[in-house]
């Protein structure tokens, strides 16, 4: 079952924030944080793993609610460079094998 | 460094014709991932080389699909005979044996019509 990404779109404005949402029915060993531009490689942001910290780089931070199975990506005073699909991947159980069940995407636009 | 490089960047072939899609990972990744997006769906895993064995083919969609890995270094997926519904972009991802951060490639759109 693949984990649910929320909402699916997302439009903003230059410098205002967004939060995405993972959520899982399974028990979440991991959550990878991917961003796609059209066309081009998903790019790696941050991974977080069960009982770890909350993590973040620059404007960009993601936590993890084990008691939830969800997982937040927080994006801050948001930048046109942010604009692109958002994917989590999440691995399950006792994980480490770094197979990825991605949810569906959330598209973020940001506008000047 | 070299990313992940994929070939080709695009391919579109008529029902029933053979493709082979290739992929070269980072240099001295051990793991080796195929990946899946079909047109607005979620990216779905295919299979996972360590070196050149099969890991985890779980995700392979039927036997017209035939993933290699011959020597641990590049991976070809062959789709044979193509069928509409093989249609998406086709990503490879890598990483280093150990270390789950996954590099992905810019894909393989493939088109069948």
């Known amino acids: 079952q693949q984990p649910v990404q929320s909402p699916q779109a997302v439009i903003l404005r230059e410098g205002e924030d967004a939060v995405i949402n993972c959520s899982s029915s399974?028990?979440?060993?991991?959550v990878h944080w991917y961003r796609q531009k059209h066309g081009e490689a998903p790019v790696f942001l941050m991974i977080?793993?069960?009982g770890g910290e909350q993590k973040g780089h620059e404007k960009i931070s993601a936590s993890f609610n084990e008691k939830k199975q969800q997982s937040s990506l927080y994006l801050t005073a948001s930048q046109l460079s942010y604009s692109g699909t958002y994917f989590c991947g999440t691995e399950w159980g006792s994980g480490n094998t770094g197979k990825l069940i991605f949810g569906q995407g959330t598209t973020l636009q940001v506008k000047p | 460094e070299a990313g992940v490089t994929q070939f080709p960047s695009h391919s579109v072939i008529e029902k029933g014709q053979t493709v082979t899609l290739r992929c070269d990972p980072i240099?001295?990744?051990?793991?080796l991932y195929w990946y899946r997006r079909v047109m607005g769906k979620e990216i779905k895993f295919l299979l996972h080389f360590v070196k050149e064995s099969k890991q985890d083919e779980s995700g392979m969609p039927n036997n017209r699909f035939l993933a290699e890995r011959t020597g641990g270094t590049y991976s070809t997926l062959k789709v044979q005979p193509a069928e509409l519904e093989d249609s998406g972009v086709y990503f490879c991802a890598s990483s280093p044996m150990g270390d789950t951060e996954a590099f992905f490639g810019q894909g393989t759109r493939l088109t069948v019509v």
């Open positions: 977080l793993l069960k």
């Open positions: 240099s001295g990744h051990d793991n």
């Open positions: 399974k028990a979440l060993y991991s």
